[in-house]
């Protein structure tokens, strides 16, 4: 069963990202991050390059972005994004969305 790796705290000024591999949970207030990306990759699938896209969450606290990609998160992928719209908007931080509908 897939378990949401991402979620937003009730008063929209939290991030809780989980790392079940790691057995990690990050927590990032909203001054903690710089800008929010979302943005179009190819990924391979059974020798051909598919289309598929990702989240970049760019932080003062991490020199790499923390990143969410739909292929691995497929069944959130739709929720995070639009958790993380709300969120940046709320809080003021850039969201860059590069997704070409």
């Known amino acids: 069963m897939e378990k949401r790796r991402l979620s937003c705290s009730r008063d929209w000024t939290t991030l809780t990202i989980a790392n079940f591999d790691e057995k990690?949970?990050?927590?990032?207030n909203y001054y903690d991050i710089n800008r929010i990306e979302f943005d179009e990759m190819l990924i391979s699938k059974l020798f051909k390059k598919v289309r598929s896209e990702k989240i970049q969450?760019?932080?003062?606290?991490?020199?790499?972005?923390i990143e969410f990609t739909?292929?691995?998160?497929?069944?959130?992928?739709?929720?995070y994004k639009q958790e993380l719209t709300k969120f940046a908007r709320d809080n003021k931080i850039s969201l860059i969305d590069r997704i070409i509908s």
Request: aromatic fraction near 20%.
């Open 24 to 28: 990690k949970t990050l927590y990032l």
């Open 57 to 65: 969450i760019f932080t003062n606290t991490f020199s790499t972005p």
């Open 70 to 79: 739909k292929h691995k998160d497929e069944k959130y992928f739709e929720e």
